[in-house]
């Protein structure tokens, strides 16, 4: 799809996206997983941007947006936020799927005065008061195994991560893999693996008034325990069990 690159600063780092569609049209902010970056979400994302103005960004520590520091919900909320302003938006459609279905959450408890609706997409994060589960544990645990050594032993170290994928997925995502920055890759899965969730009590998304697509998770690692907290808490949420981008479409169609 056409598109264009695009760089913005926050917190004195220098961030990348992915632009495409009409730029007069409503602004949809689609944040990728962990592990992953913005092509991630264009596999779903890009049929949209024949009507709205995509933007996909790589979150701070993946893709082409480097950073070896340490991670917060906070910074990464904060980043998405001067992407919005820098783009001379008022307010947009802000969203993610796992990973970035939790910054995305952050960004709407932390500035919602950009959050026109939320997108939570296959959610992984349910709070302090959940957790992680066992399951959600060992992956993240068994992806920082391997990102604390690629800074030491290169990216190759993270290929068996995704054995277990389908063959075309699989070559994909190896194929993206080699593209990644390794001492980002270690900053970014000791952050998962720290068990840091993007609010402490399910009652805190209380306080989100924007209106809400909730996508329930369809595997171990996005249990359906996690899902429900949102559908439980988030006071103007529509809950669609489909594919993310199909789910989009109907849900944008509404508002």
């Known amino acids: 799809m056409s598109g ?6 926050s917190h004195g780092l220098r961030l990348f996206a992915f632009e495409a569609g009409p730029q007069t049209s409503r602004p949809v902010v689609l944040l990728h997983g ?3 970056a913005h092509q991630a979400c264009r596999v779903f ?7 709205y103005r995509l933007i996909t960004p790589d979150l701070r520590g993946s893709g082409r947006s480097h950073f070896a520091g340490e991670l917060t919900w906070d910074l990464l909320a904060d980043d998405i936020a001067e992407l919005v302003r820098q783009r001379e938006l008022r307010r947009a459609v802000i ?14 408890l932390r500035h919602p005065e950009l959050v026109e609706a939320l997108l939570v997409l296959h959610p992984a994060y349910g709070g302090d008061e959940l957790g ?6 060992a ?15 290169g990216i190759n170290v993270l290929l068996p991560l995704f054995d277990a994928l389908p063959t075309a997925i699989r070559e994909r995502a190896k194929a993206l893999v080699a593209t990644y920055d390794p001492a980002s890759v270690a ?43 949102y559908r439980d808490h988030l006071r103007n949420c529509r809950v669609i069990d489909d594919d993310p981008g199909a789910a989009i479409a109907r849900f944008l169609d509404e508002k």
């Open 4 to 9: 264009s690159e695009i760089w913005w600063s």
């Open 34 to 36: 962990g592990l992953a």
């Open 45 to 51: 994302g890009d049929p949209l941007a024949s009507r």
């Open 95 to 108: 969203g993610g799927i796992s990973f970035g279905a939790g910054v995305a959450v952050r960004v709407a």
């Open 132 to 137: 992680l589960s066992p399951v959600q544990q």
């Open 139 to 153: 992956a993240m645990a068994a992806m920082d195994a391997a990102g604390s050594r690629a800074p030491r032993e």
């Open 187 to 229: 900053a970014s899965t000791r952050f998962m693996a720290s068990g840091s969730q993007p609010f402490a009590r399910g009652a805190e998304l209380e306080a989100i008034t924007a209106p809400c697509l909730l996508v329930p998770g369809i595997d171990p690692t996005h249990p359906p325990e996690v899902a429900a907290v």
